[in-house]
């Protein structure tokens, strides 16, 4: 794998892949909304290259090169905001199949799909290729619809396809809108966070590592169905508490204070034995580490 090309460049695990590819000497093109606000994250790099398009852009943007080898999908619209609207869910299966078609015209042999843990809807079993789908929002259900259509649109092309389906990334790119973020900014503050009882078990896997799991689906021979996470579960609560004696806030450390939201996910967890076989690939960054390093991001 010598050139990638990535879309959703500026979110964590764009960032994250870009960072990671371009540490191995791969060159990268980054396919970045126009005018985003995200644009310092990208690195520094004469090995990357940035296409301003958006979206709905993909269907006509005509690269200059052809020589790509692996091309990664992580863009998607209204990830949080829009996740029950089916209108704005609709419109990125469209948008991932015109994304397989920029990846044929930029010579890519093979396409690589970020779907969600959304489409499994709930499991109280770790995940895997074999999990009864199950979706029960219009994210999840547009996620499976994308990833079944640029699976055949990719058969039909002669492109590889890699079908992730990704659990709890975290990282020092992640949305405030996130548990993890909104709880190290209200400990930050030594503002008390609002929490509901935390009895969920949940997997989670820092961004860093995720790159290198994806770096490594491209370069090996991976084909079909992946779950990407830590491959470990603990109760949310005991995330939290690392949290805390890592930061020492000046509030006391309280579950219970709202309610389950309605249809609740109480078992999130990744089985990755598929993952480790066909890659290589283990997590090596602790929950620990990973807090630290965004603690210390946000100074």
Known sequence: MKKIVVTGATSMLGVATIEECLKSGIEVVAVVHKNSKNFYRLPKSSALKIIEANLDELSTCTPDFNDADVFYHFAWAATHEGRLNVDVQEMNIRYTLDAVRLAQRCGCRKFIFAGSQAEYGLSDKPLNRDTPIKPFTAYGVSKFAAGKLAEMLCDSLG????WTRILS????NDGANT??????DCYKKNSQPVLTGCEQIWDYLYADDAARAFRLLGQS??????????????PLKSYLEKIYRLMKPNVPLVFGGKPYAKNQVMHLTADISDLKRDTGFEPQISFEEGISRIINSRV
């Not at 492109?159 to 890699?162: G, H, R, W």
């Not at 548990?179 to 190290?184: A, C, D, E, F, P």
């Not at 021979?221 to 491959?231: D, E, L, P, T």
Request: proline content about 0%; cysteine-free; hydrophobic content about 55%.
């Open 169 to 172: 990334i975290y990282g020092i």
């Open 221 to 234: 021979s991976a084909a079909g169905v992946y779950v990407v996470g830590g491959g470990v579960g603990l």
């Open 179 to 184: 548990l993890i973020s909104y709880v190290v």
């Open 159 to 162: 492109l590889t396809f890699v």
